[in-house]
């Protein structure tokens, strides 16, 4: 015990001096805005940009364990410029392989996991400008042979993935359509 504290002690010593004041008057919001930079300047609560009230959608929203297909991102309500988006990102069992940014649509190419957890997935679209949507369940992922891959979708929805935009891809992406 005696040389778990002397160590801890030293440690401590090495990394630098950790102040915690918990008698400073008002609350700890208070005192976050009170701190400032070096230069004597305070940081505005607010001064991050405001996040997009957008709804974006993904066709198809099923895919099986194993499978891999073409989807599209859409906006359903609100402003956002897709031909800006930098980047998809999966939160699950899945994978973007490649992405092709348009004015208003986001082609991806989606690979799921063989062994990928049954069950929604949600969805981040990052913006070059560092603004982000979030699409919370936007995909379902099945068991393999249960009837609700991607390619089961399509067919029984097969203007899921017509496009009207005929614009070239976003230079940024550099990939192909």
């Not at 440690?11 to 915690?20: R, V």
């Not at 974006?56 to 031909?83: H, M, W, Y």
């Not at 998809?88 to 062994?115: C, F, H, K, P, W």
Request: glycine letters at 8%; charged letters at 25%.
């Amino acid at each position: 015990m005696t040389r778990t504290i002397a160590l801890t002690v030293m440690l401590a010593g090495f990394s630098g001096c950790i102040i915690y004041d918990n008698d400073s008057p008002g609350t700890a919001q208070d005192r976050d805005r009170r701190i400032g930079d070096d230069t004597g300047s305070v940081d505005e609560p607010n001064s991050q940009p405001e996040i997009p009230a957008v709804t974006l959608k993904l066709a198809p929203p099923q895919a099986e364990q194993g499978e891999t297909f073409i989807g599209r991102i859409t906006v359903e309500d609100g402003d956002f410029e897709l031909s800006e988006v930098t980047d998809v990102v999966i939160y699950g069992d899945a994978i973007v392989d490649a992405l092709v940014s348009r004015a208003n649509e986001v082609i991806v190419s989606v690979s799921t996991m063989d062994d990928a957890a049954p069950g929604p997935v949600d969805i981040l679209v990052e913006l070059e400008s560092g603004l982000a949507a979030w699409m919370p369940g936007a995909l379902e992922i099945f068991p393999q042979g249960s009837e609700q891959s991607a390619s089961d979708y399509l067919a029984d929805n097969p203007d899921s993935l017509a496009s009207e935009d005929t614009s070239r891809p976003s230079e940024t992406s550099g990939e192909c359509p």
